[in-house]
Structures are given as structure tokens and as C-alpha cells.
């Protein structure tokens, strides 16, 4: 089936670790996103690509980088940076841009937790 | 900048009763309106879009929703809510053109008991 998948689903970190959040999409989808979701804050977009080797910061994305190397994979990195990384941490994709662009196929989310 | 606000962070309700989730939302340039639900520990799932065209929309599990481009609204309505109905439900816009991203409301969490 075709899908989005995103590992781990549940991760713990020690403050000033790097941690990074896997993201494969096997859809043949040219867009995808990284959002972060934290209660009562909705999903605030962290880092989106149109297209291989080609990404664009969203409006939270500083602590964090992205590589496109493959149309199928997305990785996020949190790095130390981030001042407060505990959340969930959903990837999603989209066919691309067009009247397809807004509707987003998410994965089931990975939830860091920073001790 | 576009933006998007639910105007109820939660709304419970009993069983078949209806229920109106609200969004409003703003935008200088022509948008497309979703509304996506998350179950609990889950990705979120599409309801409904509104691309053009009619502005009653029909999605899944019953719901509707309808644009009012004067009133730069996008409610979503069930006439009569199940359990299984919980969740979180996201207005979510984007803007009209290319190499954009959607933009989510915060949320509104519906509680549906018996």
C-alpha cells in the first residue's frame, strides 16, 4: 500500500543531542513537509520541499535542517539549537504544486521527548 | 500573509445532536479551504476541500462545510454526531498559487458523549 512513513513513533533525547526523524513516502509525490504540533498551538510548519534537492524554511525553522537527496525521502534533524524540541512531529506530502498542492497525505507522526 | 482562525479551541455535544466547527480566514489573493481530523496519536486525514465551484462541500463521515467568501468563513457541520466523531479537526489554507504550503488553524477539539 501506498503511504508515508515516518520512524521512530516515539523518541527520547538528552538536551544538546542531535536527533533525526526519518520520513520515506513511496506515493511518487514531489512535495513534502515537515510540521511540528504542540497542544493547543495547531501544526506549525518547520521546513517544506517542492522538489528534489530543493527546500524552503516554513515559519519555525530555526534549530532545524532538512535534506532532499531523493524524491522519496525527507529526514528532518533537530539539533541542539532548538530551544524547545519536545513535540510531535509530523511529515506529510502532496502531489505538488497546482490545485493538488493543499492536499497533504500525513504520516502517523514521531513524538520527541527531550529529557 | 494568509492566516486562519478556529473559534472554538473545544466543543462538546452529546450524540446525534449537530454540531458547527467554525473557521474564519484571511487573504489578500484567492485561497483553497480544507478541513482535516486527527485521531488521537494519529497523522491527520482529509475531510474536505474547497477548490471552486459550489460552495457547499461534501467529505467523508458526513460532514459538509461551506464557503462564504464575504464573510471569509469555512464552517464545517455534521447534522447529527456520532462517538466516534471525537477527535481534532484543522481549517487549513492555501494560497492560490504555486510553491506555497497550507497553513493550519490551532485546532478545535470535539468531544462527542452519550
Known amino acids: 500500500d501506498g503511504g508515508i512513513t515516518q520512524s521512530p513513533k516515539y523518541l527520547f533525547r538528552k538536551e544538546g543531542q542531535n536527533v533525526t526523524l526519518s520520513c520515506e513516502q513511496n506515493l511518487n509525490h514531489d512535495a513534502m513537509y515537515w510540521y511540528r504540533q504542540d497542544p493547543g498551538q495547531g501544526l506549525r510548519l518547520i521546513y517544506y520541499?517542492?522538489?528534489?534537492?530543493?527546500?524552503q524554511k516554513g515559519d519555525i525553522a530555526e534549530g532545524y535542517s532538512v535534506s532532499r537527496e531523493k524524491k522519496e525521502s525527507f529526514p528532518l534533524t533537530v539539533t541542539s539549537a532548538q530551544k524547545n524540541p519536545t513535540a510531535f512531529y509530523l511529515c506529510?506530502?502532496?502531489?505538488?504544486?497546482?490545485?493538488?498542492?493543499?492536499?497533504?497525505?500525513f504520516g502517523e507522526g514521531s513524538r520527541l521527548t527531550v529529557l | 500573509a494568509q492566516s486562519v482562525t478556529q473559534l472554538d479551541s473545544q466543543v462538546p455535544v452529546f450524540e446525534e445532536a449537530p454540531v458547527e466547527l467554525r473557521c474564519n480566514y484571511s487573504?489578500?489573493?484567492?485561497?483553497?479551504l480544507f478541513w482535516y481530523v486527527q485521531y488521537p496519536n494519529q497523522g491527520l486525514q482529509l475531510l474536505l476541500k474547497?477548490?471552486?465551484?459550489?460552495?457547499l462541500v461534501k467529505g467523508i463521515n458526513g460532514f459538509e462545510a461551506e464557503f462564504n467568501k464575504s464573510q471569509t468563513s469555512f464552517h464545517l457541520r455534521k447534522p447529527s454526531v456520532h462517538i466516534s466523531d471525537t477527535a481534532e479537526y484543522f481549517c487549513?489554507?492555501?494560497?492560490?498559487?504555486?510553491?506555497?504550503?497550507?497553513?493550519f488553524g490551532k485546532g478545535t477539539t470535539l468531544s462527542v458523549s452519550s
Open positions: 487573504s489578500s489573493v484567492s485561497v483553497y
Open positions: 487549513a489554507v492555501i494560497l492560490n498559487q504555486a510553491g506555497t504550503a497550507l497553513i
Open positions: 474547497y477548490l471552486s465551484g459550489s460552495t
Open positions: 506529510a506530502s502532496s502531489v505538488g504544486t497546482g490545485t493538488n498542492t493543499g492536499e497533504l497525505f
Open positions: 520541499s517542492q522538489i528534489v534537492n530543493d527546500f
